[in-house]
Every structure is written in C-alpha cells, then in structure tokens.
C-alpha cells in the first residue's frame, strides 16, 4: 500500500526556518517522482517543486525558488523541504506528492505550517 | 504561466444529478489535464488524468474531455459523497499550476 507522511510543520516566526520531512511506503522515492505542494487557507493547491527519478533533476517555482529546497534521502525513503526566509505568505498546508509525469496520484496528508509573530 | 479558469465557482444541485464542471486553459495544454477532488479537512484526490482517464478506483460515474483550451468534468449522477471542492491541474508547461475550484455543494 502507498502511504506518504509529513512532519515537520508547526509556528515559525517571519525570516525564520523550518524542514519538513515526507515518508513513504509502497515504493521508493529514487526512482519515482516527488513533489511538494501547498494550499493556503481558502485557496486552491499551489505547485512549490519536484524532483526527479533518475537523475534528480529539480524544478522549482518562482515564488520559492532561492528559499526552498527539495532533497530526498534513498536511504530513510523520505523526501525533504529545507524553509528559509519564511513569510507570512507561505502559512499553508504543505503535501508531499508521488508525481508521475507531473500528475499527482498520490498525497500524503499534509502539514500545516504557520508564518506569525 | 498558464492560467487556468473553473467555472462556476459554485455549482448547486441535489443527489442524482447530473454536474457539468469547466476548466479553461490561458493557452493549450494540448490534453495534459487532471481533474482533483478535496473534501474537507483532506488531501486533493486525483479523478481523472491527460483529460480522460480515470485514476484507479474512480467510479465510472466521473468522466473528462476536452483538449487544448477548455476541459469539462461531468458527474453522471451526484452522489451524496461527491459533494466537494474540484480542481483542476495542467502538466503541459512550468510551472505546474492548478483552478482555482469549483465547489459543489448540496442543493
């Protein structure tokens, strides 16, 4: 069975750090495709960055880009987003996502992350 | 980026019928479109992919079409628990983006 859990998330103040951690079962993160995915209160999901299979090509969006990073350790199965810089803007959800060809087919439950003073 | 448009951004409607939802791309996706359910308090749920094919276990009763610029998701028949938010989500150009959701809700 395909199971994705996240941890990691909590209160941060603004300018501050936060990793988040993904761990998988039922397939392994080296040779699949994995996402990070957030959905701030109200709105719809936002693509933040993947990584690739074989490779581990990364992409990223704008809006994070410089900020967040995507890594993956083959060893523990696990996907990881590095959080730097945090705004209050980035107060959301965070899902970790198997990304099959940029289609998400499975989530994990996500983790609330919270940008306040 | 491409823009995509739900439409409506509520759809009313009782149990047994039938939901027409819409999904316009800013430009072509060509038919590099998924279609998303999300309860509340859940994670989004993948229905349909590359416009018409459905995820595993997604009953029959969810259909996709379209391709280019305008997609439509159709529920045959509305299921007391298929009353939820959809979204939709293209994987034709970077960044990836998602509608911003049709809710349907309970008449």
């Known amino acids: 069975e395909v199971q994705l859990v996240e941890s990691g998330g909590g209160l941060v103040q603004p300018g501050g750090s936060l990793r988040l951690s993904c761990v998988v079962s039922g397939f392994t993160v080296s040779s699949s495709e994995m996402s990070w995915v957030r959905q701030a209160p109200g709105k719809g999901p936002e693509w933040l960055s993947s990584?690739?299979?074989?490779?581990?090509?990364?992409y990223s969006a704008d809006s994070v880009k410089g900020r967040f990073t995507i890594s993956r350790d083959n060893a523990r199965n696990s996907l990881y987003l590095e959080m730097n810089s945090l705004r209050a803007e980035d107060t959301a959800i965070y899902y970790c996502a198997r990304d099959l060809g940029g289609t998400y087919h499975s989530w994990g439950q996500g983790t609330l992350v919270t940008v306040s003073s | 980026e491409i823009v995509l448009t739900q439409s409506p951004a509520t759809l009313s409607l009782s149990p047994g019928e039938r939901a027409t939802l819409s999904c316009r791309a800013s430009q072509s996706v060509s038919s590099y479109l998924a279609w998303y359910q999300q309860k509340p308090g859940q994670a989004p749920r993948l229905l349909i992919y590359?416009?018409?094919n459905r995820a595993t276990g997604i009953p029959v009763r969810f259909s996709g079409s379209g391709s280019g610029t305008d997609f439509t998701l159709t529920i045959s028949s509305l299921e007391p628990e298929d009353f939820a938010v959809y979204y939709c989500?293209?994987?034709?150009?970077?960044?990836?983006?998602f509608g911003g959701g049709t809710n349907v809700e309970i008449k």
């Open positions: 989500q293209q994987r034709n150009n970077w960044p990836l983006t």
């Open positions: 990584i690739k299979g074989s490779g581990g090509a990364i």
């Open positions: 590359d416009a018409s």
